[in-house]
Each structure stands twice: as C-alpha cells, then as structure tokens.
C-alpha cells in the first residue's frame, strides 16, 4: 500500500508558475510509476503527467505539453508537477497517483491521494 499526499496548490494569477508536490509513505516508491490528474468541476478526471520509476520515461496531457514538467526524487519519496505559463482552464483539483507497474504510465493508477486545489485567476 501507497499512501499519498498532496500539497502546493492555491490561488495563482494567469501566467505564473506553481509547483506541486506530493509525499507517499507506507512503502517505497522507487518501483513506482508515478502520475498526476487534475479533476475540474463538471468534468471529468484528465491525465496530467506520468514518470516512470527511474525516470527514463515521461508522458503529458496534450493540454498541459510545454507548460507542465513532471520529476521525482526517490530518495525523498516525493514526485512533483511544475507548472508554467498556467491558464484560468488549469483551475481542478489535482491528485497524485501511483502503480506497482514501474513503467505505467496511462490512466488506471492504483494509489491515489486526496487533491489539492489550484484556481488560476485571469
């Protein structure tokens, strides 16, 4: 079992950066693949970012490419999701996630933790 929790999140202005973190405990997370969803209101739960366990391989949301940058330190048991250029249509909830199967990276996470709220304001 994974236990994760998020934080990081808040009120930004358009255009500014935001990094988000996310801690698991209860096992090591370095044979984890990693993810991060965000959830708006009224919508559905969207793939943000996922890292595999030794960071080799990196997958993002068509919406998020170019602005978003996910990365890791197992050593910390952290992952985090650095965001730029963030727009009023980033505004969700964003989770974190993680799976036993080191190089997932797609949508069906196994572990997941609470949310942290991001609101972009223009």
């Known amino acids: 079992q994974v236990h994760l929790v998020e934080s990081g999140g808040g009120l930004v202005q358009a255009g500014d950066p935001l990094t988000l973190s996310c801690v698991a405990s209860g096992e090591s997370i370095n044979r984890y693949a990693l993810g991060w969803f965000r959830q708006a209101p009224g919508k559905e739960r969207e793939f943000v970012a996922g890292?595999?366990?030794?960071?080799?391989?990196?997958r993002y949301g068509d919406s998020v490419k170019g602005r978003f940058t996910i990365f890791r330190d197992n050593a910390k048991s952290m992952v985090y999701l650095h965001t730029n250029s963030l727009k009023p249509e980033d505004t969700a909830v964003y989770y974190c996630?993680?799976?036993?199967?080191?190089?997932?990276?797609?949508?069906?996470?196994?572990?997941w933790g609470q949310g942290t709220q991001v609101t972009v304001s223009s």
């Open positions: 890292i595999n366990y030794d960071s080799s391989n990196r």
């Open positions: 996630a993680a799976d036993s199967r080191r190089n997932y990276l797609f949508t069906d996470f196994q572990f």
